[in-house]
């Protein structure tokens, strides 16, 4: 079974490198300047407008609030203050709300933010003291 199939060109038959199908077409049409704006229609006009009307994407702006920065720590605490995370996460749970232990944590900042100076050196000195640092690996 013999095909008959086309064969490509020669290289003297191709076109040249830069030729393109794009340069046939461009060429038939007539270059066309680019139009001047006119002295009456100036942008300083059009954004002394603007600027007495707030748009609704800068009332939006100005009313979203700021991005908080958020920082990784880490830090060592009993397992006992750590089984009172779960607790309290199931107890919150039970309420309906599901929370992390970050939640938590930042409530209970919050909660000892409000309380006097008293009461804060009370929950503190109840704390049992732990070393500092990471703990060795064995």
């Not at 939640?103 to 049992?128: E, F, N, W, Y």
Request: net charge positive; charged share 25%; proline share 7%.
């Amino acid at each position: 079974m013999v095909t008959t199939a086309a064969k490509k060109p020669t290289t003297a038959a191709r076109k040249p490198a830069g030729a393109t199908r794009r340069t046939a077409t461009a060429a038939a049409k007539p270059a066309t300047k680019p139009v001047a704006k006119s002295a009456g229609t100036t942008g300083t006009t059009r954004k002394a407008s603007t600027a007495a009307k707030p748009s609704a994407k800068a009332a939006k702006k100005a009313a979203a609030p700021k991005k908080v920065k958020v920082v990784r720590d880490s830090f060592s605490m009993p397992q006992d203050d750590y089984a009172l995370i779960a607790k309290l996460k199931e107890k919150a749970l039970a309420g309906g709300m599901q929370v992390k232990k970050s939640a938590l944590l930042r409530a209970g900042l919050q909660l000892l933010d409000k309380s006097s100076a008293l009461q804060l050196k009370r929950v503190i000195s109840s704390l049992t003291p732990i070393k500092t640092g990471r703990p060795k690996k064995h």
